[in-house]
């Protein structure tokens, strides 16, 4: 079975530009969540998602906005991107929402110039 | 609030000795714990985790964890690092079940070394 995949593996963008990142789950898994990783730093949490609802949101900003389609794949938005918003974004899934392990994808690396 | 705390930022062994690797958490509940791995350019791989069964927690790879109410400690260990365990290693605090959003909070990494 696949694992948690996610697109595109590398971006490069300019300050104040807009980026989609994208997300699919692991088969069978209805949560997906999303998280940064600046360099050097701990997965910081942003969105969970769950049966397409909002389960979750993390210390962002409202520049950062996400989505889960009825396929559970999600997507993760940035708006007027940030020199700070360089970080990998990292796609985690699970079967659900409670206290369970989660399958990380291998993340977005976005560079902000 | 839900928190971990790893105490090195960095650990230095040689290989064939044991490795710990110390985290502390604080929790209003009783917490679900995770160790991760993150290899250099790789994503997070789930090592282990303790959801309140058996207190000693076996994982992939020879490592294995304690889970100690009383020290509120999760520490990490292994009986014999391998060149291949090289790697950042996170401390990980889940909410409770139940209720909506189930975040995970991550330590702020260890980053193991293993010397020949």
């Known amino acids: 079975d696949a694992g948690v995949t996610q697109s595109p593996t590398h971006l490069i963008k300019t300050r104040g530009q807009h980026v989609t990142l994208r997300c699919s789950p692991i088969?069978?898994?209805?949560?997906v969540s999303w998280y940064q990783q600046v360099l050097g730093q701990g997965p910081q949490f942003i969105f969970q998602?769950?049966?397409?609802?909002?389960?979750g949101r993390g210390n962002f900003p409202d520049r950062f906005s996400a989505r889960q389609f009825p396929n559970y794949s999600s997507e993760l938005n940035v708006n007027a991107l940030l020199l700070g918003d360089s970080a990998l974004y990292l796609c985690?899934?699970?079967?659900?929402?409670?206290?369970?392990?989660?399958?990380f994808g291998p993340g977005t690396r976005l560079t902000v110039t | 609030a839900q928190s971990v705390t790893q105490l090195d930022s960095h650990v230095s062994v040689s290989e064939g000795t044991p490795v710990l690797l110390r985290c502390n958490y604080s929790?209003?509940?009783?917490?679900?714990l995770f160790w991760y791995v993150q290899h250099p350019n790789k994503g997070l791989q789930l090592l282990l985790k303790?959801?309140?069964?058996?207190?000693l927690v076996k994982g992939i790879n020879g490592f294995e964890a304690e889970f100690k109410k009383s020290e509120t400690s999760f520490h990490l260990t292994k009986p014999s690092a391998h060149m291949s365990d090289a790697a950042e290693y996170f401390c990980?605090?889940?909410?409770?079940?139940?209720?909506?959003?189930?975040?995970?909070?991550f330590g702020t990494g260890t980053q193991l070394k293993v010397e020949l």
């Open positions: 985690a899934s699970s079967l659900a929402t409670s206290g369970q392990a989660r399958g």
């Open positions: 088969s069978g898994h209805k949560s």
């Open positions: 998602y769950y049966e397409k609802e909002e389960r």
């Open positions: 929790s209003s509940y009783s917490p679900s």
């Open positions: 303790y959801t309140s069964a058996a207190t």
């Open positions: 990980v605090v889940s909410e409770p079940p139940g209720g909506g959003g189930n975040k995970l909070t």
